[in-house]
């Protein structure tokens, strides 16, 4: 192969030869021909590299690289550094992706130059009775349509499925690729693309089916447990907050419990001042949590005074408070934030 292709294929592989197969068939069976297979063996103990070279011997369009195991973020910048084509296409090795994927995706960089990462809506490939969590969230990023949506989202969790998208390769290596540490790498990626301008889109259609094998590294490794997360929102946060909110480092945190307290210690760590608490459990309003007040919401100050991050988990909750919000006049990340 010596022409340049429209779309590089990034796909990290660990132990994945038993789902290998099905993934490589959904790329063969793209509309869009104009692809090579970037697929990354981070070390396998078991026959991934015997089915990347079997496939390799008859699909020209097939890089197949072999590293001695490091993880996912080494793996993914090696293959970055291997991918020749402009737009990258990230995808896993246990995931599927549907025929019109990869045309559909490279479209939307067609009608938008100045687009750096495209997405996509995804079908949940588990059981939403076993993994009622992990539907919920895919639930949550099929929502996210628009940048906007996306960027106001993005401190709540990741807003995008890290194997959904495709990247400007140039704006990819501008950012530095994917940076390692106790974090999750997309998730990290993501935020640091948001505040250095990056624009975002999602495409309406489900391109991808995501699977939810029990060895997901979102399930199993520290990286992804819920402090990493919380500890790299709390980084780009305290930064946002820091330009955008007037009234930093005083901030209101709608969520006096005992989890939203918790989730929100890091951004207290970076200096932020809790100046009220707001519940609407009445056993809570009046009390005050290490001398703050928590108030009602009827007690909040008008908006455009000191910013507000809710930070309330149960499911629902965010809508029925970014609602009460709305209706009493906060702008939604101009004078208030979901953070959780």
Same mark, same amino acid.
């Given at each position: ?143 996210? $349509? %628009? &940048? @906007? ?5 993005? /401190?709540? !969790?990741?807003?995008?499925? =890290?194997?959904? *998208?495709? +990247? ?50 979102? $399930? %199993? &490794? @520290? ?5 990493? /997360?919380? !500890?790299?929102?709390?980084? =780009?946060?305290? *930064?946002? +907050? ?59 100050p008008p908006p455009g005074g000191v910013f507000l991050l809710t930070a309330v988990g149960s499911r629902g909750a965010r809508a029925d408070i970014g609602a009460w919000l709305a ?14």
């Amino acid at each position: 192969m010596t022409s340049v292709p429209l779309v590089s294929v990034l796909m990290p592989c660990f132990n994945a030869a038993d789902t290998l197969p099905a993934a490589l068939a959904s790329l063969a069976a793209q509309t869009l021909r104009d692809f090579e297979i970037v697929a990354v063996d981070d070390g396998s103990d078991d026959a991934t590299w015997d089915v990347l070279t079997a496939h390799a011997a008859r699909e020209p369009r097939l890089r197949p690289l072999r590293l001695t195991h490091a993880g996912i973020t080494p793996a993914l910048n090696a293959g970055l550094a291997a991918c020749r084509a402009e737009l990258i296409a990230r995808m896993d090795a246990d995931d599927l992706c549907l025929p019109g994927r990869l045309a559909a995706q490279a479209a939307l960089f067609d009608a938008d130059p100045g687009l750096a990462v495209a997405s996509c809506r995804v079908r949940f490939g588990g059981c939403r009775k076993a993994s009622g969590g992990y539907a919920a969230y895919i639930d949550w990023i099929n929502a996210l $349509r %628009t &940048h @906007e949506e996306m960027f106001r989202a993005r /401190f709540v !969790e990741a807003p995008l499925a =890290h194997p959904t *998208a495709m +990247l400007r390769a140039d704006a990819l290596r501008a950012a530095g690729g994917w940076r390692e540490g106790r974090f999750p790498e997309d998730y990290e990626l993501w935020l640091r693309l948001f505040a250095a301008g990056a624009r975002f889109a999602k495409h309406p259609d489900e391109l991808l089916v995501w699977n939810d094998p029990p060895g997901r590294l979102s $399930r %199993t &490794h @520290e990286n992804y447990a819920p402090d990493a /997360f919380d !500890e790299v929102k709390a980084d =780009h946060l305290a *930064a946002w +907050l820091k330009t955008a909110a007037p009234s930093w480092p005083d901030v209101i945190l709608w969520g006096a419990g005992k989890g939203s307290r918790r989730r929100m210690a890091p951004l207290l760590a970076r200096g932020a001042r809790i100046r009220a608490y707001v519940d609407i459990d009445p056993r809570k309003i009046g009390n005050r949590i290490a001398g703050v007040p928590v108030i009602a919401p009827a007690d909040l100050p008008p908006p455009g005074g000191v910013f507000l991050l809710t930070a309330v988990g149960s499911r629902g909750a965010r809508a029925d408070i970014g609602a009460w919000l709305a209706g009493h006049g906060w702008e939604d990340g101009r004078d208030c934030l979901h953070a959780v």
